[in-house]
């Protein structure tokens, strides 16, 4: 299969619930390395999306690929090659440091000598060397987000999905995690982050903004804020928002 230079493809990727339509016929493509930010309050359907895209959840009509393999026919393949971190860190509170990553670097397949070095690695970039046999619910937030993040990338994957992931920190933790996104992004790593803080929206190489289950708005922050003649993505944000017409 010859390399493709999206990581992502959707062409009106759409979910129904019955009558409800929480994702509608919403295309977009991710490029590889790229940090792509996926934006919308809550209700307007970016977390469906994500779980369309991760495996989790089977679309009711449209076309995606997520690494090269099809959401409908490929889904364990694509949990294979892509890494997730949650809004709740996605880590075992009551697992040691060490614990935590042998248990998901083994779910994300790394066999044992990997695991080993991917671990001796993270371990040491993070400076946890003085924690490896602390239980995870007693690290500071900021800490268990960065383990979070750095386990959710332990075997290399080609995406990372992140869903809020700097929900609850500080903003100094918060500029220190988005160094570690874009280490990651540098190494080829495809990030596609949701956020509701619109400072990091500027981080992003590009930004999508959903509203009420459809994209009403794609581009680098600097075109958006150009097409909505404003100085912030906060007021981009809130132009569109203030359109929604559901809630949570």
Known sequence: MKPSEQSIVTKNLTKKYGTFTAVDAISFDVRKGEIFGFLGANGAGKTTAMRMLTGLSKPSSGEATVAGFDV?????NIKKHIGYMSQKFSLYQDLK?????????????????????????LIHRLGLQGEVKTMVKD???G??????????????PSIVFLDEPTGGVDPVTRRQFWNMIYEAADRGITIFVTTHYMDEAEYCNRVAIMVDGKIEALGQPSELKVRFETDTMDDVFYQLARKAKRGD
């Open 72 to 76: 409908y026919r490929d889904a364990e």
């Open 97 to 121: 440091v060490k614990e935590n990553i042998a248990f998901y670097g083994g779910i994300y397949g790394l066999r044992r000598e990997a695991l080993q070095a991917a671990s001796d690695q």
């Open 139 to 141: 690290l500071p937030l």
């Open 143 to 156: 800490w268990k987000q960065k383990l979070a993040f750095s386990i959710s990338i332990i075997h290399q």
